[in-house]
């Protein structure tokens, strides 16, 4: 990312296939409509600039990213078997087994115990043998999923899509949304996991004492808003905060939600640092 601020605008530039192409975003000084928020600068990590840039350079370059299934079906195994605890990694890899098994005869996929056979044979990740937490758990609520899915109103309107999604056995409003902005590109949902949350209240948009376990409407409201206000996709800045919370170091974190916060720890041991740019 590129950048230069005016005294009325800042510019962001960003490769494409056609070269480079820029877009003008506000002052670093003007303020949104949102809780007195400043604009911020482009390059101030975590700023409503920072997000707005970030979020259209991905717009540019891969704006279905975040896409893992080419079906209701398939967007709903990936959903199911990633968050809550499981590493990314781990869930694409068991997705990617079951995806394989679906597509050659989805009604296996229906019957709990064979699920669980497949969710319980340890996965090869880069050479390395893992176990799938939860195995038993998923392969329940999976199985159930699949054969809910068969009597679901596919052409409900996204909201109502989640809605309905959220009856299937283990999923909730999170990865309903997830399934729904996945498979639909949907802007009027959002994916509130850990991430998010932290960004939005770094941001300082979400609502003092509010949970996504009783207040999830109400904080993805917020959400929403916030992509409105700096006139980007919810959908991709939902996914574009995920992968970039969950890349910054947490002193860093820590520093960017406290700044008189200590950025390391002397009782830390150190360890060396890899981000993707």
Request: hydrophobic share 45%; glycine share 6%.
């Amino acid at each position: 990312m590129h950048s230069s601020a005016h005294s009325s605008i800042q510019t962001v530039y960003a490769r494409s296939e056609a070269g480079y192409v820029g877009r003008n975003l506000p002052s670093a000084d003007q303020r949104l409509d949102i809780n007195g928020l400043v604009w911020g600068f482009a390059e101030e990590i975590g700023s409503p600039a920072y997000w707005a840039a970030q979020a259209w350079m991905w717009e540019v370059e891969a704006p279905a990213h975040y896409k893992l299934g080419r079906s209701l079906e398939e967007e709903l195994i990936a959903c199911l078997l990633g968050g809550y605890g499981i590493p990314a990694e781990v869930g694409l890899a068991a997705y990617e087994r079951l995806r394989a098994v679906n597509a050659e005869s989805p009604c296996r996929l229906l019957d709990e115990e064979f699920v669980l056979e497949l969710l319980a044979d340890p996965l090869d990740l880069n050479g390395r043998l893992v176990r799938y937490r939860f195995a038993k758990q998923k392969s329940a609520y999976l199985a159930g999923s699949m054969r809910a899915l068969r009597s679901l109103d596919r052409e409900a309107p996204d909201r109502e899509l989640r809605d309905a999604l959220t009856a299937l056995p283990g999923v909730g409003p999170k990865t309903a949304s997830w399934i729904v902005r996945n498979w639909r590109d949907s802007d009027c949902v959002s994916i509130l996991d850990i991430h998010i949350l932290r960004a939005g209240r770094m941001l300082q948009i979400f609502p003092e004492g509010k949970s996504v376990e009783r207040h999830y409407l109400e904080l993805e409201g917020a959400f929403l808003d916030f992509a409105e206000a700096i006139s980007v996709k919810a959908s991709i800045l939902d996914s574009v905060m995920w992968m970039n919370m969950r890349q910054i170091p947490a002193a860093i974190l820590r520093r960017l939600a406290d700044p008189s916060a200590e950025v390391f720890s002397p009782k830390a041991e150190p360890i060396q640092l890899s981000l993707a740019l």
